[in-house]
């Protein structure tokens, strides 16, 4: 949708077919981090008014980021800068508003309930991309944005793999009220918590906290924003109110064999069961677990692929670098790709060569975060590895210069 907006603006016709039946269908997960790569991203792409609804719809930005050992004792607490402008910040997301955003004033281009299976070419170069209902478009150029199991990428890379991570991840929200706030670690919020536990379990706590609930605007939000949201159509469609959300994962060899097939309240059982040792806020949070919202997610990392020759298919984001979630940045990569996209399509090249600039550009820095994310999910299972990682953690919370270099190593990593 990102890359959609910034085609439509540069005056590129442009259509979107989305597989889900409906604007409201789906769930997309609950919370994404949005950095200044994804905002820069945006701010480029979308209409100045969505821009600022795309902020104004955020929730309370995170204020720290605290590392908590499994009896949510603080290890290492990192400060957060100010943010100087909307886009040089850290930006909490709910998917689905965020999803709402970026279909508003798209309703001519966008197609749902439209399933891709294949493409072919025409005589004259163009493709056509085929959809299970039995119709079909054509067009210069396909871009397949179709996430981790991409049928555009199965039919234009069938030798790009996918690996499992060996990481199981099991999701889900909590109402925000005063009884599962007052649960929270003291100090970490609003800001991200995560608790490092042993056998190389962990957990993350996010505090989504919203300027509306149930469709209407809160009596605190404030003037600018109150019109803004007022006037957003998206508003209609959401029916997001505060909460909690933690993610739990663990290696798989620690889950049962039948972890994916699970759901709801036995997937909070099965969380409170093998963490007997955590501190009893954490297990009194997990009850109070929305079960309609607990699923599990095996956790897979793309196998980096070679250059091809380019043509007029391409890739974006999951579609082609599908990484862990170990930095946070999957779905910014992908609104990178999409800002690079519209300039090397806007840049008055022709259009192969413009589609090879942008493929060159994307598998280096696409690649390199896979492989980063993919160093940064590994799980510090033993005794010993667990021992060296709160000493660094703690001597980092401790050491000034060890500090500092923690900071602009994370400010680098998110743009
Ligand atoms: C637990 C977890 C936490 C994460 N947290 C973060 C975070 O904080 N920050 C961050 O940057 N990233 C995060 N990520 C990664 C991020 O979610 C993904 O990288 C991002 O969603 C990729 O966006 P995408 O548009 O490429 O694919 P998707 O979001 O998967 O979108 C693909 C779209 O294509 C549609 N589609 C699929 N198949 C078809 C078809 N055949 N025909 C038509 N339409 C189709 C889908 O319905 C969907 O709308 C996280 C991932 C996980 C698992």
């Known amino acids: 949708?990102?890359?959609?907006?910034?085609?439509?603006?540069?005056?590129?016709?442009?259509?979107?077919?989305?597989?889900?039946?409906?604007?409201?269908?789906?769930?997309?997960?609950?919370?994404?981090?949005?950095?200044?790569?994804?905002?820069?991203?945006?701010?480029?792409?979308?209409?100045?008014?969505?821009?600022?609804?795309?902020?104004?719809?955020?929730?309370?930005?995170?204020?720290?980021?605290?590392?908590?050992?499994?009896?949510?004792?603080?290890?290492?607490?990192?400060?957060?800068?100010?943010?100087?402008?909307?886009?040089?910040?850290?930006?909490?997301?709910?998917?689905?508003?965020?999803?709402?955003?970026?279909?508003?004033?798209?309703?001519?281009?966008?197609?749902?309930?439209?399933?891709?299976?294949?493409?072919?070419?025409?005589?004259?170069?163009?493709?056509?991309?085929?959809?299970?209902?039995?119709?079909?478009?054509?067009?210069?150029?396909?871009?397949?944005?179709?996430?981790?199991?991409?049928?555009?990428?199965?039919?234009?890379?069938?030798?790009?793999?996918?690996?499992?991570?060996?990481?199981?991840?099991?999701?889900?929200?909590?109402?925000?009220?005063?009884?599962?706030?007052?649960?929270?670690?003291?100090?970490?919020?609003?800001?991200?918590?995560?608790?490092?536990?042993?056998?190389?379990?962990?957990?993350?706590?996010?505090?989504?906290?919203?300027?509306?609930?149930?469709g209407a605007l809160k009596d605190g939000a404030g003037g600018n924003d109150r019109e803004l949201l007022a006037a957003w159509p998206g508003l209609l469609f959401d029916n997001t109110r505060d909460y909690l959300n933690w993610g739990f994962w663990a290696s798989t060899d620690k889950l049962p064999a039948d972890v994916m097939q699970r759901s709801g309240a036995d997937l909070v059982r099965l969380v409170t069961a093998l963490t007997p040792r955590w501190d009893e806020r954490l297990h009194r949070l997990f009850a109070l677990t929305d079960p309609s919202t607990c699923f599990p997610i095996n956790i897979r990392t793309s196998v980096r692929v070679e250059p091809w020759a380019t043509d007029n298919v391409t890739l974006l984001g999951d579609a082609i670098h599908t990484m862990t979630p170990g930095q946070g940045v999957g779905a910014n990569t992908a609104l990178r790709d999409a800002h690079n996209l519209v300039l090397a399509l806007t840049s008055g090249r022709p259009l192969p060569a413009a589609v090879g600039d942008y493929e060159r550009e994307m598998l280096a820095y696409g690649f390199a975060a896979v492989e980063a994310s993919k160093k940064q999910s590994s799980l510090a299972e033993g005794r010993v590895a667990l021992a060296a990682q709160r000493t660094f953690l703690r001597a980092t919370d401790r050491i000034p210069f060890l500090k500092r270099r923690f900071e602009a190593e994370l400010y680098e990593v998110r743009g």
């Open 1 to 214: 949708m990102c890359l959609a907006h910034g085609l439509r603006r540069a005056g590129i016709d442009v259509v979107v077919y989305e597989r889900d039946r409906t604007r409201r269908s789906g769930l997309h997960g609950y919370r994404v981090g949005i950095d200044p790569h994804g905002s820069r991203a945006l701010k480029a792409c979308l209409p100045p008014d969505l821009y600022r609804t795309f902020v104004a719809t955020c929730a309370k930005p995170p204020e720290r980021f605290v590392f908590l050992d499994e009896h949510l004792r603080r290890t290492l607490t990192v400060t957060l800068r100010e943010p100087t402008d909307d886009v040089n910040d850290e930006k909490s997301v709910s998917r689905m508003t965020l999803r709402q955003v970026l279909f508003t004033g798209m309703e001519d281009v966008l197609h749902f309930d439209k399933t891709f299976i294949r493409y072919s070419h025409e005589p004259d170069g163009r493709v056509t991309a085929h959809f299970a209902d039995g119709t079909s478009d054509t067009g210069d150029l396909l871009v397949g944005a179709d996430g981790v199991n991409s049928p555009v990428r199965g039919q234009r890379l069938p030798h790009a793999r996918l690996e499992d991570a060996g990481i199981i991840a099991v999701a889900a929200k909590v109402p925000m009220t005063p009884e599962s706030t007052s649960l929270m670690p003291e100090g970490v919020f609003p800001g991200i918590g995560l608790v490092l536990a042993p056998r190389g379990m962990a957990c993350i706590l996010h505090w989504m906290e919203f300027p509306w609930a149930d």
